[in-house]
């Protein structure tokens, strides 16, 4: 099969900032939620720093999944 647009790579490259932000938007919030038990609250430096570590991982797997999207859409505009 011969592959037309960008890589996985170049797709994760340019999501990796909304992914990091998500990511750490997350984190923040699941913070605060724990903290209802009596957990702390993270700072908004650590839930960013936390985040750029978790977004890596997770703006992987979206760009594989838009990669496979636009692989399907190929096919399907070949047949």
């Known amino acids: 099969m011969n592959r037309h647009g960008w890589s996985t ?3 994760a490259l ?3 900032p909304f992914g ?3 990511m750490g938007v997350n984190v923040f919030f ?3 939620i724990f903290s209802w038990v009596g ?3 993270l700072t ?3 839930a960013i720093a936390i985040g750029c570590v978790i977004g890596v ?3 992987w797997a979206f760009a594989r999944h838009i990669r496979h999207l636009m692989d399907e859409a190929d ?3 070949a047949d």
Request: charged share 5%; net charge positive; aromatic share 12%.
């Open 9 to 11: 790579r170049w797709i």
């Open 14 to 16: 340019v999501l990796y």
């Open 20 to 22: 990091a932000g998500a």
């Open 30 to 32: 699941a913070a605060l």
């Open 39 to 41: 957990g702390p609250v």
């Open 44 to 46: 908004t430096g650590w």
């Open 57 to 59: 991982p997770a703006t």
């Open 75 to 77: 096919a399907q505009a």
